[in-house]
């Protein structure tokens, strides 16, 4: 018997159902792929999703919070391969009633802020997650890895040899070939200090 038990839901997009949330505290699951969601896909999801939703409903609204884990492969910057790993990002989401049509999502002037409100009017029956778990997975993973690297430039992740990194010589730098000579053209460094 799983945690969550019958109460799972297959959403292969991912969207919060207003049906399957009572008038009481509930927790269930739902499912998705992340192959139907284009934003995900792009990011390097890859597989089945599961959120992992707990609904708190109060008298003006309703208290939505989630864990939404799923499979994502990055292009590791060392060897330019893939890696690929899970993820799990934290939601929470505030559904406030309004009389217009549609669905709302409030700007926050916070990004980094999990929290999201989100205004539905009477005639929406679904709140998609997808933009939400993409942006929190942007701001909560480094989606550039570089990882670190063994005494035979291999990366450490993946055991891929290292690509090279072309690391430009600053231009007032004076090669150290050049430097003694620099030095005898002084006439007041090198050679012998008389004192
Ligand atoms: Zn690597």
């Not at 959403?11 to 269930?28: K, N, Q, W």
């Not at 391969?81 to 002037?109: C, H, N, P, S, Y």
Request: proline letters at 7%.
């Amino acid at each position: 018997m799983t945690l969550f038990g019958q109460n799972s839901y297959f959403y292969p997009v991912l969207v919060l159902s207003l049906s399957s949330i009572g008038t009481e505290t509930a927790e269930f699951q739902i499912q998705g792929q992340s192959e139907e969601l284009p934003e995900l896909l792009e990011l390097g999801c890859a597989g089945p999703l599961t959120a992992k939703v707990r609904s708190v409903p109060t008298v003006t609204s309703l208290l939505v919070e989630m864990a939404v884990r799923g499979s994502i492969s990055l292009d590791c910057a060392r060897c330019l391969d893939k890696l690929t790993g899970a993820f799990e990002v934290r939601l929470r989401i505030l559904v406030e009633r309004k009389e217009e049509q549609g669905l709302e999502w409030m700007e926050d002037g916070d990004q980094a802020i999990e929290e999201y409100v989100v205004r539905i009017g009477p005639d929406v029956m679904e709140i998609p997650l997808e933009h939400a778990v993409a942006e929190q997975i942007i701001l909560n993973y480094n989606l550039h890895p570089l990882p670190s690297l063994d005494e035979k430039n291999k990366c450490l992740q993946c055991g891929r040899e290292s690509v090279p990194v072309i690391t430009p010589i600053p231009k007032d730098r004076v090669d150290p070939r050049w430097e003694k000579l620099q030095a005898l053209k002084r006439p007041d460094s090198g050679g012998e200090k008389k004192k």
